[in-house]
């Protein structure tokens, strides 16, 4: 492996992968400038606060060796090493990825581009990105990929609420059509992380991510057609896979109200785009999760059939329990579909800004007929089992109905 000295380190995107990232460069003595368009992000980062809740990172932003060593810009600079962490977003009508963000990350360093330079792709893309797609940009430099510039691809392995433990202690893949790019990234990544980096090439690393979440999404798919399947046979799914787990070497895993996240609901469409003849199973998958919204927008109708006007209230914004992050939320859509049809929603997330309740959850469902907590957080189930009572005294015709 190549010996990595402290160098300066420009990452582009100062969002939930580029931020930890360049954190944790700084701290390990690297100079690291962080490049963001949002210029209020920017103001934050130098003033030493974080956009991003998440309490260990605070802490190392406050670290001296960290404050001395991170700087945030609106435009790269010339560096040592280019490290892009951009949102790939789905074209939601085309179920393809949209690249904008990555093309203009990519663009944007041309500038700063001189001989013996790393750049290193975080966001997840569809395999052959780095060849077909940057690394065109990148010679329009003059340099030559694989010569003179080096290209890697080492995808992010980070989950909200965790970042600082999971972008330390997950292993890494290093991915690069070049030994060298390899290497160098190797020794970039070995200055911060304490889990096993495994090199590989640029293209296995894609499709390695995508492979993670589609694998992931397919077992999701399977729970909650399973679940189905027990419904309408008028028998408890939850009971029915907690029978079924007893065997030894069968895991399901809980069916629930669909697939968030800035990963999963994304990137397994990444793999239909580049070979939709072998990726049927995974397309099938995304199909069963994205229906689950209007499935359990379904039930939540029934619940209140027999009401002429139900009010209702609905918990949960974030994309999973115990995490404050919206991003793609079944949830929000449950919501939306059923206000939607016109029925009255009110929409609470005691960790999701924007979504916070009154007071207390008694007093979020003053006068409601349904309570439909979509997203279980910890502290949505301590307040629920602890003042049950008083929470369906204020309500008008108490029911309630917990997912997930």
């Given amino acids: 492996m190549a010996e990595f000295k402290k160098q300066t380190i420009v990452v582009i995107g100062t969002g939930y992968v580029g931020l930890p ?156 059509a070049d030994q060298k790019a390899r290497d160098l990234a190797s020794a970039m990544y070995a200055s911060f992380v304490e889990g096993n980096l495994y090199q590989t090439d640029d293209v296995t690393a894609e499709l390695c991510k995508l492979m993670e979440n589609a694998y992931r999404d397919v077992n999701i798919a399977l729970a909650n057609e399973f679940a189905a399947v027990a419904e309408n046979l008028g028998i408890d799914p939850l009971e029915a896979i907690e029978l079924a787990n007893k065997h030894p070497r069968v895991k399901i895993l809980k069916p629930g ?15 239909k785009e580049v070979d939709p003849e072998n990726s049927r199973l995974i397309f099938t998958s995304r199909l069963i999760n994205d229906e689950m919204p209007a499935k359990i927008a379904a039930k939540i109708r029934r619940a209140v059939r027999d009401i002429t006007v139900p009010k209702i209230v609905a918990i949960g914004a974030a994309y999973k329990a115990n995490t404050e992050d919206p991003r793609e939320s079944p949830a929000i859509e449950i919501v939306r579909l059923l206000r939607e049809d016109g029925y009255d929603v009110a929409h609470y997330d005691p960790m999701v800004d924007g979504y916070r309740w009154p007071k207390a959850l008694a007093d979020a469902c003053t006068g409601a007929d349904l309570l439909a907590i979509l997203i279980p957080h910890d502290v949505v189930m301590d307040e629920l089992n602890a003042r049950r009572a008083a929470i369906e005294a204020a309500m008008r015709s108490p029911r309630v109905i917990t997912f997930g």
């Fill in 257 to 271: 109200i669909g697939v968030g996240g800035h990963c999963i609901p994304l990137d397994p469409w990444f793999i």
């Fill in 21 to 176: 990232a360049a954190l944790l460069l700084a701290r390990a003595g690297h100079t690291v400038i962080g490049v963001d368009i949002n210029e209020n992000i920017v103001r934050a980062i130098n003033e030493g606060l974080l956009h991003i809740k998440e309490d260990e990172l605070q802490a190392i932003m406050n670290e001296p060796t960290v404050r001395a060593n991170l700087r945030a810009q609106t435009t790269p600079a010339e560096a040592d090493v280019f490290l892009i962490a951009v949102p790939t977003p789905v074209d939601h009508r085309k179920k393809v990825a949209e690249m904008k963000y990555v093309r203009e990350a990519t663009a944007s360093i041309v500038p700063y581009l001189k001989p013996g330079n790393l750049v290193i792709l975080e966001s997840t893309v569809p395999p052959l990105t780095c060849r077909d797609f940057m690394t065109p940009i990148l010679e329009k430099s003059g340099l030559k990929v694989g010569e003179n510039l080096f290209l890697a691809h080492c995808p992010e392995r980070i989950l909200p609420g965790d970042v600082f433990y999971e972008i330390v202690h997950n292993d890494r893949i290093i991915g690069a």
